[in-house]
């Protein structure tokens, strides 16, 4: 399906998060010319960058439009969103831990890590998106944009990852 304009954007951090999951799972990266680390404790590093940069900034414009958006047209989707929102503290609590330990057992918490980001990001995209775009009023698919829109500083970056001080400031 294609993805409505709205939500390309986050679609754009999804991809990015894909590669990055499959790096965590297999502990390499398939593409030839990629910078990924081969060493687990490097991984943790970059793990923990691309949080920082994408994911945080991302949890948060889903968790303050995304999510309450869907609640508001969808009510029959509240189960998922609770599921995903349940993921999204999974996750940060695991970064979290990261941080405090970024030794130990990596063979078994980074792929573990990955497969929890990976089946995040394709039930947004496969179960999440795709019942929005089929079951929202295309009215409020656009005016859902409008505001993911209204994070992004300038039209240079269609990524949400430079968003999160606007973000932080409005919910302040
Ligand atoms: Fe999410
Ligand atoms: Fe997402």
């Given at each position: 399906m294609k993805r409505h304009p709205s939500l390309i954007p986050l679609s754009h951090d999804h991809h990015d998060a894909l590669v990055v999951a499959q790096g965590l799972i297999l502990g390499r990266s398939k593409a030839p010319r990629s910078d990924w680390p081969t060493a687990r404790r490097a991984q943790v590093d970059r793990v923990v960058a691309f949080f920082a940069q994408t994911l945080w900034s991302h949890f948060e414009v889903e968790e303050a439009h995304l999510f309450p958006a869907v609640i508001a047209h969808l009510p029959g989707a509240a189960d998922l969103v609770g599921q995903l929102l349940d993921e999204h503290d999974a996750m940060r609590t695991r970064i979290r831990d990261l941080e405090r330990d970024p030794t130990t057992d990596l063979d078994v918490r980074l792929p573990s890590l990955g497969r929890l980001l990976d089946a995040h990001v394709r039930r947004e995209e496969r179960v999440l998106f795709a019942t929005m775009q089929r079951e929202m009023d295309p009215a409020d698919l656009e005016s859902l944009g409008t505001r993911l829109r209204r994070?992004?500083?300038?039209?240079?970056?269609?990524?949400?990852?430079?968003?999160v001080a606007n973000t932080r400031a409005d919910t302040r």
């Open positions: 994070r992004a500083p300038d039209g240079a970056s269609c990524r949400l990852s430079s968003t």
